[in-house]
């Protein structure tokens, strides 16, 4: 079974300040990693993943993330924050050693950025 | 190209009543994926298909069937609405099971 947790329901960061948005997860095999992001009444939007290879993920809009593999975590981090970032933001798994496709979606942090 | 489309954006039913969820794709993905998003509990799989005339059962497939016969469109059917079918119903695709996902605009079902 795979499962994923974003411990924070949300999180508030100053424009202009460095955010970071928590992810882990558990699966049986290798995982591929995924972050989403959500604007109000919208689908979900991809930002960025890890397959394997560099742990740093560079992503859209500056967003990027670092897989740990000792941790079992994939945060999502940006150097400078946008009021415009404000969004909801999901982190997805799935198990590299089943093919159905099946990903395991997180419950979501809300980020807000205030000016 | 248009992406993913879902139709409709908004419906209300009635308890007891059917309808059918219609996501369509023109990137020439293999799978195909329905989620339901419901508050604080991110987004949970209903059924999905590896490709044309294929479904699987996701997380949460009771009172849910699927149809794929044809490889762009994917049909997600309610066939006696409950109240706690009441959702976002989000569509999406990939080309891959370890590609990216692009996602519809969703369904917001209101089950009265």
């Known amino acids: ?115 | 190209n248009a992406g993913v489309t879902q139709t409709p954006k908004f419906r209300v039913l009635k308890t007891g009543q059917s309808m059918t969820l219609l996501c369509a794709q023109d990137m020439n993905h293999e799978y195909m994926y329905w989620y339901r998003q419901d508050p604080g509990m991110g987004l949970r799989l209903i059924h999905y298909s590896v490709g044309e005339g294929t479904t699987a059962k996701g997380e949460v497939p009771d009172g849910y069937n699927v149809s794929r016969l044809k490889k762009q469109n994917f049909l997600l059917g309610l066939e006696s609405a409950a109240p706690s079918q009441t959702s976002v119903y989000f569509c999406a695709s990939s080309y891959t099971y370890t590609d990216t996902q692009y996602f519809g605009p969703g369904t917001r079902l209101t089950v009265l």
């Open chain 1, 1 to 115: 079974a795979q499962s994923v947790a974003q411990p924070e329901d949300q999180v508030n960061v100053a424009e202009g300040n460095p955010l970071t948005v928590k992810c882990t997860y558990s699966v049986s095999g290798n995982p591929y990693l995924f972050w989403y992001v959500q604007y109000p009444n919208r689908g979900l939007q991809f930002l960025l993943k890890y397959i394997t290879g560099d742990n740093l993920v560079k992503g859209s809009y500056g967003f990027e993330a670092e897989f740990n593999k000792s941790q079992t975590s994939f945060h999502l981090k940006k150097p400078s924050a946008l009021v415009s970032d404000s969004a909801l933001y999901f982190c997805a798994v799935r198990d590299y050693n089943t093919n159905a496709g099946k990903s395991t979606f997180g419950d979501g942090t809300t980020l807000t950025v205030k000016p």
